[in-house]
């Protein structure tokens, strides 16, 4: 190797090797996330094919608990009806942006509703007594920049209407 290129190289070496140890530590959103289930119930998502329309939904604030900013922070809702395993439907959210959750902070609160639910013709409280229907339950992830996913908690949905 010519002696004029190993000077240059060393740096490019050492330049990316510091580069890699300046970024953020990562935080472990079960412990630095800390989640707050304001309310749990159907949401009323109006009237499709000429039926009422109720779908799960859920009011919920997160409180960053860590002492890193949390930029693009994500929650991702899977439902499930309480007689399943398998995904039925799912809402996801933005919950901070590039500014991010800093430490100690609290979002508003935040809606998350599921994209499926529940027709029917009868009024919407009625629905909720039919006999066919079935409860559902919530489980929530988190994520903020390029972690994974983290689930953070879960619930079961209330068989009251939330308000819009």
Known sequence: MCASLRPRLLFV???????????DPTVNLKQGLQLEIVSTGWFD???VDGKNKLVPALVI???????????SLQINAIFHRVTETQEWGTGFITAAG???LRPGMTTAPLTVKSHLGYTGTEPRAE??????????????????GSIQWTKIGESVISRQLLAP
């Open 45 to 47: 998502a109006g009237i």
């Open 61 to 71: 604030k997160l409180q960053n608990v860590s002492d890193q900013n949390l930029v």
């Open 13 to 23: 070496l050492l330049s990316g090797l510091v580069v890699a140890g300046c970024g």
């Open 98 to 100: 590039s500014g991010g």
């Open 127 to 144: 629905m909720l007594n039919n006999s066919r229907f079935v409860d559902a339950k919530v489980d929530l992830f988190a994520k903020y």
